[in-house]
């Protein structure tokens, strides 16, 4: 079992940046896939960023170069650096555990979720 807590969301201006934190539960932290997604209104849930046991990152076009996922396991701890914010990624983001320590842009894979954090992007 793994539970994970998001931190760090917020009110931003375009162009500005955000960190955001997802602190996880569980002695297997290390051996998970890990990712970010976002569901801004009345829009489905979408991929932002993966992360494999090994470190393996992946992307969609929309956020690369922009975003960055990172991983601590030492904290148990997710990042995504978020930089160039633009009011298109305005949404709830969540992070996610896949236990098949893959990390893609597969919801289907992601068998643990956090409750979210609201990112807000002003134009």
């Known amino acids: 079992q793994v539970q994970l807590a998001e931190s760090g969301g917020g009110l931003v201006q375009a162009g500005g940046s955000l960190r955001l934190s997802c602190a996880a539960s569980?002695?297997?932290?290390?051996?998970?896939?890990l990712g970010w997604f976002r569901q801004a209104p009345g829009k489905e849930r979408s991929f932002v960023a993966g992360?494999?046991?090994?470190?393996?990152?992946y992307y969609p076009d929309s956020v690369k170069g922009r975003f960055t996922i990172s991983r601590d396991n030492a904290k148990n701890t997710l990042y995504l650096q978020m930089n160039s914010l633009k009011p298109e990624d305005t949404a709830v983001y969540y992070c996610?555990?896949?236990?098949?320590?893959?990390?893609?842009?597969?919801?289907?894979?992601?068998?643990?979720w956090g409750q979210g954090t609201q990112v807000t992007v002003s134009s």
């Open positions: 996610a555990a896949d236990p098949s320590g893959r990390g893609s842009a597969s919801q289907g894979g992601y068998v643990y």
């Open positions: 992360i494999s046991w090994i470190d393996n990152t």
């Open positions: 569980g002695r297997t932290f290390r051996s998970y896939g």
